[in-house]
């Protein structure tokens, strides 16, 4: 996987152990493994390149600068944890990360199993695309953002760095702007249907938000 590649390469090959002795890190490897055993064992439908309707247009290559940052966060947050360089003070900071990270890996997995075919890194419709309502999209219409939301600043936050912070409001920016041009191509395409949808599920928190 190149992620766990990527994560090595930052840490460095020569002291491999110690990158899983810290008990936070131990466990967002765990957290990992255990997303990569359930997209497995669920046999979940995973093709993030589907395109649809309308014409995926800029997206590809917004997405691709965020994969490129993404990448890059990969390989630099390791790095800096060894190293001591932008570091937060306090374990318990790489705990609360732990949390998130586990939090959004199940969410995602949930939302993923019952998207199936309808799923796509771009804002776009499938062939006979059908309004989700079921499962974990009953109470939260967006889980796959939620889910974009925690993992990355889980992530930042499990190597306790101090980029955390600029971590989230990045994602914050992507995902609210995705969700809103998301929404208005669900508004109309599926009208009242999505209106009532609207209705009874949180954007990304039931009955919050």
């Known amino acids: 996987m190149p992620a766990i590649l990527l994560v090595m390469v930052g840490w460095g090959f020569d002291n491999l152990p110690a990158l899983v002795l810290n008990p936070a890190r131990g466990g967002l490897a765990a957290v990992a493994l255990a997303g990569v055993a359930a997209v497995l064992l669920l046999d979940l439908d995973l093709r993030p390149l589907r395109t649809g309707s309308p014409p995926v247009g800029k997206q590809s290559l917004q997405l691709g600068v965020l994969l490129f940052l993404s990448l890059s ?32 890996v199940t969410v995602r997995v949930l939302a993923l199993k019952v998207l199936g075919e309808y799923f796509s890194a771009y804002v776009t419709l499938q062939p006979n695309h059908r309004l989700v309502r079921h499962g974990i999209y009953r109470r939260i219409r967006h889980p796959l953002y939620l889910s974009l ?5 889980g992530i930042a936050l499990v190597f ?20 809103r041009r998301e929404e208005c191509l669900l508004a109309d395409h599926f009208g009242s249907e999505f209106e009532d949808y609207r209705r009874c599920a949180g954007k990304l928190l039931p009955h919050v938000l």
């Open 149 to 153: 939301l925690l993992v990355p600043t």
């Open 73 to 104: 966060l990969l390989w630099f947050l390791p790095f800096a944890d060894r190293r001591g360089i932008l570091i937060l003070k306090g374990s318990y900071w790489r705990y609360l990360g732990l949390l998130f990270c586990c939090i959004g």
């Open 160 to 179: 306790a760095s101090c980029l955390a912070l600029p971590v989230m409001l990045l994602a914050i920016m992507f995902v609210f702007d995705r969700i």
